[in-house]
Protein backbone atom coordinates (compact mmCIF):
# COMPACT_ATOMS: atom_id res chain seq x y z
CA UNK A 1 0.00 0.00 0.00
CA UNK A 2 1.41 3.47 -0.63
CA UNK A 3 3.30 4.89 2.37
CA UNK A 4 1.31 8.23 2.44
CA UNK A 5 -1.63 7.22 3.67
CA UNK A 6 -3.46 7.28 7.06
CA UNK A 7 -3.09 4.91 9.50
CA UNK A 8 -6.20 3.92 11.26
CA UNK A 9 -7.00 1.99 13.94
CA UNK A 10 -10.52 0.39 13.59
CA UNK A 11 -12.77 -0.62 16.29
CA UNK A 12 -13.55 -3.74 16.03
CA UNK A 13 -16.24 -6.72 17.67
CA UNK A 14 -15.29 -9.86 17.38
CA UNK A 15 -18.40 -12.49 17.78
CA UNK A 16 -17.56 -16.32 17.89
CA UNK A 17 -18.64 -18.94 20.76
CA UNK A 18 -15.53 -20.43 20.23
CA UNK A 19 -13.10 -18.78 23.01
CA UNK A 20 -9.66 -20.18 20.63
CA UNK A 21 -10.84 -19.10 17.41
CA UNK A 22 -12.20 -15.53 19.59
CA UNK A 23 -8.92 -15.50 20.96
CA UNK A 24 -6.71 -16.07 17.30
CA UNK A 25 -9.19 -13.65 16.02
CA UNK A 26 -8.32 -10.63 18.47
CA UNK A 27 -4.28 -11.73 18.60
CA UNK A 28 -4.53 -11.34 14.80
CA UNK A 29 -6.62 -7.70 14.73
CA UNK A 30 -4.28 -6.59 17.73
CA UNK A 31 -0.82 -7.07 15.63
CA UNK A 32 -2.35 -5.12 12.79
CA UNK A 33 -2.64 -1.89 15.18
CA UNK A 34 -6.42 -2.60 15.14
CA UNK A 35 -8.74 -2.29 18.94
CA UNK A 36 -10.92 -5.26 19.79
CA UNK A 37 -13.97 -3.01 20.63
CA UNK A 38 -15.18 -6.25 22.54
CA UNK A 39 -16.28 -10.30 22.14
CA UNK A 40 -19.05 -11.43 22.17
CA UNK A 41 -19.96 -15.66 22.63
CA UNK A 42 -23.72 -15.30 21.63
CA UNK A 43 -26.69 -13.26 19.81
CA UNK A 44 -28.16 -11.66 22.77
CA UNK A 45 -24.08 -10.05 23.69
CA UNK A 46 -23.55 -9.10 20.07
CA UNK A 47 -26.89 -6.97 19.47
CA UNK A 48 -26.08 -5.55 22.77
CA UNK A 49 -22.25 -4.76 22.36
CA UNK A 50 -22.89 -3.25 19.14
CA UNK A 51 -25.60 -1.11 20.16
CA UNK A 52 -23.60 0.51 22.89
CA UNK A 53 -20.27 -0.02 21.81
CA UNK A 54 -21.03 1.38 17.86
CA UNK A 55 -17.82 -0.69 16.46
CA UNK A 56 -16.33 0.39 12.91
CA UNK A 57 -17.60 -3.83 12.15
CA UNK A 58 -17.63 -6.89 13.13
CA UNK A 59 -16.39 -10.12 12.59
CA UNK A 60 -19.36 -13.21 13.04
CA UNK A 61 -19.37 -16.84 12.77
CA UNK A 62 -22.24 -17.97 11.36
CA UNK A 63 -22.83 -20.36 13.69
CA UNK A 64 -23.81 -19.42 16.82
CA UNK A 65 -26.05 -20.74 19.62
CA UNK A 66 -29.57 -20.13 19.96
CA UNK A 67 -30.39 -17.18 17.62
CA UNK A 68 -29.13 -18.18 14.03
CA UNK A 69 -26.28 -16.62 12.45
CA UNK A 70 -28.28 -15.75 9.70
CA UNK A 71 -30.93 -13.75 12.05
CA UNK A 72 -28.33 -12.32 14.11
CA UNK A 73 -26.33 -10.48 10.98
CA UNK A 74 -29.75 -9.53 9.77
CA UNK A 75 -29.81 -7.59 13.44
CA UNK A 76 -26.43 -6.21 13.19
CA UNK A 77 -26.02 -5.15 9.14
CA UNK A 78 -28.01 -2.13 10.09
CA UNK A 79 -25.63 -0.75 12.62
CA UNK A 80 -22.02 -1.57 11.34
CA UNK A 81 -20.32 -3.33 8.89
CA UNK A 82 -20.31 -7.05 8.83
CA UNK A 83 -17.27 -9.69 7.98
CA UNK A 84 -18.35 -13.60 8.14
CA UNK A 85 -15.41 -15.31 9.43
CA UNK A 86 -16.27 -18.92 9.73
CA UNK A 87 -15.44 -22.79 9.24
CA UNK A 88 -19.10 -23.12 7.29
CA UNK A 89 -18.46 -23.14 3.46
CA UNK A 90 -21.92 -24.23 2.37
CA UNK A 91 -22.94 -22.26 -1.17
CA UNK A 92 -26.24 -21.72 0.06
CA UNK A 93 -25.16 -20.09 3.40
CA UNK A 94 -22.49 -18.42 1.52
CA UNK A 95 -25.26 -17.15 -0.83
CA UNK A 96 -27.35 -16.11 2.23
CA UNK A 97 -25.19 -14.10 4.07
CA UNK A 98 -23.98 -12.14 1.46
CA UNK A 99 -27.47 -11.36 0.22
CA UNK A 100 -28.26 -10.45 3.91
CA UNK A 101 -25.73 -7.73 3.91
CA UNK A 102 -22.35 -9.22 4.59
CA UNK A 103 -19.69 -7.48 3.16
CA UNK A 104 -17.04 -10.18 2.86
CA UNK A 105 -17.41 -14.02 4.00
CA UNK A 106 -14.08 -16.18 4.75
CA UNK A 107 -13.72 -19.39 5.65
CA UNK A 108 -10.97 -20.84 8.16
CA UNK A 109 -8.16 -22.31 6.63
CA UNK A 110 -8.42 -20.33 3.60
CA UNK A 111 -6.61 -17.18 4.45
CA UNK A 112 -3.78 -15.95 6.26
CA UNK A 113 -3.42 -13.36 8.89
CA UNK A 114 -2.34 -10.95 6.34
CA UNK A 115 -5.49 -11.39 4.43
CA UNK A 116 -7.34 -11.39 7.39
CA UNK A 117 -6.14 -7.46 7.81
CA UNK A 118 -6.86 -7.12 4.01
CA UNK A 119 -10.20 -7.98 4.43
CA UNK A 120 -11.08 -5.90 7.31
CA UNK A 121 -9.31 -3.08 5.66
CA UNK A 122 -11.78 -3.77 2.76
CA UNK A 123 -15.09 -4.05 5.12
CA UNK A 124 -14.25 -1.00 6.66
CA UNK A 125 -14.04 0.33 2.99
CA UNK A 126 -17.33 -1.10 2.13
CA UNK A 127 -15.49 -3.32 -0.34
CA UNK A 128 -16.06 -7.18 -0.89
CA UNK A 129 -13.54 -9.67 0.55
CA UNK A 130 -13.76 -13.58 0.17
CA UNK A 131 -12.28 -16.80 0.15
CA UNK A 132 -12.20 -19.17 -3.24
CA UNK A 133 -14.97 -21.21 -1.98
CA UNK A 134 -17.59 -17.98 -1.41
CA UNK A 135 -15.97 -16.87 -5.11
CA UNK A 136 -17.02 -20.48 -6.30
CA UNK A 137 -20.46 -20.65 -4.83
CA UNK A 138 -21.46 -17.42 -6.13
CA UNK A 139 -20.08 -18.39 -10.20
CA UNK A 140 -22.40 -21.72 -9.57
CA UNK A 141 -25.18 -20.30 -8.14
CA UNK A 142 -25.08 -17.79 -11.36
CA UNK A 143 -24.86 -20.89 -13.51
CA UNK A 144 -27.54 -22.65 -12.30
CA UNK A 145 -29.58 -19.33 -12.36
CA UNK A 146 -30.70 -18.92 -8.79
CA UNK A 147 -28.47 -15.83 -8.70
CA UNK A 148 -28.65 -13.16 -11.56
CA UNK A 149 -26.72 -9.98 -11.84
CA UNK A 150 -28.26 -7.01 -10.46
CA UNK A 151 -26.50 -3.91 -11.59
CA UNK A 152 -29.05 -2.16 -14.21
CA UNK A 153 -27.90 -0.24 -17.61
CA UNK A 154 -28.19 2.73 -15.12
CA UNK A 155 -25.81 1.90 -12.34
CA UNK A 156 -23.55 0.34 -15.08
CA UNK A 157 -23.38 3.71 -16.51
CA UNK A 158 -22.77 5.35 -13.01
CA UNK A 159 -20.10 3.23 -12.48
CA UNK A 160 -18.91 4.50 -15.97
CA UNK A 161 -18.08 0.97 -17.76
CA UNK A 162 -18.47 0.72 -21.25
CA UNK A 163 -20.16 -1.56 -23.33
CA UNK A 164 -16.89 -3.87 -23.53
CA UNK A 165 -16.57 -3.83 -20.13
CA UNK A 166 -19.59 -4.75 -19.33
CA UNK A 167 -19.85 -7.68 -21.70
CA UNK A 168 -16.28 -8.55 -20.56
CA UNK A 169 -17.45 -8.65 -16.82
CA UNK A 170 -20.23 -11.36 -17.64
CA UNK A 171 -18.09 -13.60 -18.73
CA UNK A 172 -15.81 -12.96 -15.57
CA UNK A 173 -18.38 -13.92 -13.34
CA UNK A 174 -19.15 -17.44 -15.16
CA UNK A 175 -15.95 -18.24 -14.47
CA UNK A 176 -13.84 -17.60 -17.69
CA UNK A 177 -10.19 -16.92 -17.39
CA UNK A 178 -8.48 -13.67 -19.45
CA UNK A 179 -7.69 -16.80 -22.45
CA UNK A 180 -11.33 -17.79 -22.68
CA UNK A 181 -12.93 -14.70 -22.57
CA UNK A 182 -10.12 -13.05 -25.40
CA UNK A 183 -11.19 -16.32 -28.07
CA UNK A 184 -14.88 -15.37 -27.28
CA UNK A 185 -14.81 -11.78 -27.97
CA UNK A 186 -12.08 -12.12 -30.63
CA UNK A 187 -9.57 -9.76 -28.48
CA UNK A 188 -6.18 -10.25 -27.25
CA UNK A 189 -5.44 -11.78 -23.52
CA UNK A 190 -3.32 -7.87 -23.44
CA UNK A 191 -6.48 -6.38 -23.97
CA UNK A 192 -8.95 -8.26 -21.80
CA UNK A 193 -6.35 -8.01 -18.87
CA UNK A 194 -6.43 -4.03 -19.65
CA UNK A 195 -10.24 -4.27 -19.50
CA UNK A 196 -10.34 -5.76 -16.24
CA UNK A 197 -8.11 -3.60 -14.68
CA UNK A 198 -9.97 -0.74 -15.69
CA UNK A 199 -13.20 -2.36 -14.16
CA UNK A 200 -11.79 -2.90 -11.40
CA UNK A 201 -10.56 0.88 -11.03
CA UNK A 202 -14.39 2.13 -11.73
CA UNK A 203 -15.90 -0.42 -9.34
CA UNK A 204 -13.61 0.38 -6.46
CA UNK A 205 -12.44 -3.27 -6.29
CA UNK A 206 -9.14 -5.07 -6.57
CA UNK A 207 -9.56 -8.44 -7.78
CA UNK A 208 -11.73 -10.66 -9.79
CA UNK A 209 -13.79 -11.85 -6.61
CA UNK A 210 -14.57 -8.43 -5.14
CA UNK A 211 -15.52 -7.24 -9.03
CA UNK A 212 -17.73 -10.42 -9.08
CA UNK A 213 -19.80 -9.46 -5.57
CA UNK A 214 -19.85 -5.82 -6.47
CA UNK A 215 -21.89 -6.88 -10.23
CA UNK A 216 -23.77 -9.46 -8.68
CA UNK A 217 -25.05 -6.88 -6.42
CA UNK A 218 -23.78 -8.52 -3.17
CA UNK A 219 -21.94 -5.48 -2.27
CA UNK A 220 -21.65 -1.78 -3.27
CA UNK A 221 -18.77 0.00 -4.47
CA UNK A 222 -15.81 1.54 -1.97
CA UNK A 223 -16.16 3.82 0.55
CA UNK A 224 -20.11 4.11 0.49
CA UNK A 225 -21.13 3.99 4.69
CA UNK A 226 -24.61 2.46 5.17
CA UNK A 227 -27.31 3.35 7.19
CA UNK A 228 -26.12 3.91 11.08
CA UNK A 229 -22.56 4.05 9.66
CA UNK A 230 -19.70 5.88 10.14
CA UNK A 231 -17.39 6.53 6.94
CA UNK A 232 -14.13 4.91 7.53
CA UNK A 233 -10.75 6.26 5.60
CA UNK A 234 -8.57 4.41 3.86
CA UNK A 235 -6.36 2.04 6.27
CA UNK A 236 -2.99 0.71 5.95
CA UNK A 237 -2.17 -1.36 8.17
CA UNK A 238 1.02 -1.87 10.95
CA UNK A 239 2.40 -5.52 11.03
CA UNK A 240 1.19 -8.50 9.29
CA UNK A 241 1.79 -11.99 10.92
CA UNK A 242 2.10 -14.82 8.52
CA UNK A 243 -0.05 -17.36 10.70
CA UNK A 244 -2.79 -19.12 9.71
CA UNK A 245 -6.13 -19.68 11.14
CA UNK A 246 -6.77 -23.60 10.81
Known amino acids: MNSDLAIVALRVLVVDSNLVVRRGLMSMLEAGGHLVAGEATDAPSAVRLVQTLRPDMVLLDVRMPGQSGMELLAS ?3 HTRVLIVTGVDSPEVIDQALRAGATGYLVYGQFTSEELLDA ?3 TAAGR ?3 SPV ?3 ALVANLRSGRVRPTRSATT ?3 HGLSRREAEIMEHVVRGQGNAQIARTLYLSEKTVKNHINHINAKLGTRNRAEAIACWLGLAGPAE ?3 PGQRPV ?4 HLGRPDHRLS
Open 120 to 122: VAA
Open 134 to 136: AVE
Open 76 to 78: LVS
Open 128 to 130: PKL
Open 224 to 226: QAG
Open 156 to 158: TAA
Open 233 to 236: PVVR
